[in-house]
């Protein structure tokens, strides 16, 4: 079943027009089982920065966005654009790029501290990821709306509204059956030289996108427990 789609408009100043939510009530027991299932499959999430160059069919990556594409946002600007990036050569330039800052950065820029961080992770400076992933999705935020004819309207809460659309991509990603690494390469301004995107736009995150390498190895972490994270009061 195909979901319903509608070209949007930017809503601004308009009244306010409710409709109807009315969702069918999931039975309790049901509801129970696949949060129990959703826990345990999204506990099985890894990132992963070794990738198979394997193809994975367009559509899912697609179908992952349009889902990421449906968080919450402030004033429901829905400020984001993903990016996927297909041409070879332009996914060359931006590890280029993306490596040539990682360099400064491990070579002292981070500082000792962030490094120290780093270490259980086993990152450096390589980034085969962002060419060997058959898909690149490149996420902006975008800082204000743009119009046209040059018009600018801010919006509010970029960070917070791209953030989880990121999160829902993850996810939508990962119970689709493929890995992703959110990779944040700083500074990331030539994101936007690369892709040739719209001064209102800034570079958020890039995620490779594909199946795990046949050898692929991922740190040996451990999440902190429901009782560390969950506050009942």
């Not at 089982?33 to 899912?60: K, Y």
């Not at 889902?67 to 919450?72: F, I, L, S, Y």
């Amino acid at each position: 079943m195909s979901p319903t789609t509608h070209q949007w408009t930017p809503t601004h100043g308009e009244p306010y027009r409710p409709v109807a939510y009315r969702p069918d009530r999931m039975p309790s027991s049901e509801s129970l089982a696949r949060a129990a299932e959703l826990r345990v499959r999204m506990d099985e999430r890894r990132t992963v920065r070794q990738f198979s160059t394997d193809p994975v069919p367009e559509q899912i990556v697609k179908d992952a966005v349009a889902c990421a594409a449906t968080a919450p946002s402030g004033a429901h600007q829905q400020p984001w654009t993903f990016v996927l990036v297909k041409d070879p050569e332009v996914r060359r330039q931006i590890r280029a790029a993306a490596e040539q800052e990682e360099e400064i950065s491990y070579d002292g820029r981070l500082g000792d501290e962030w490094l120290a961080a780093l270490r259980p992770l086993g990152t450096d400076a390589v980034k085969t990821h962002l060419t060997d992933a058959p898909h690149l999705i490149v996420v902006f935020q975008q800082r204000y709306w743009l119009g046209p004819d040059g018009s600018k309207r801010k919006h509010y809460y970029v960070d917070e509204s791209v953030g989880i659309a990121v999160g829902m991509l993850l996810t939508a990603l990962h119970l689709s059956g493929l890995a992703a690494l959110v990779h944040t390469p700083s500074p990331m301004r030539f994101l936007s030289h690369v892709l040739n995107r719209p001064e209102n736009e800034k570079a958020f995150a890039v995620i490779p996108v594909g199946y795990p390498a046949d050898d692929c190895e991922v740190p040996d972490l451990v999440r902190k427990s429901l009782d560390q994270v969950l506050v009942e009061v």
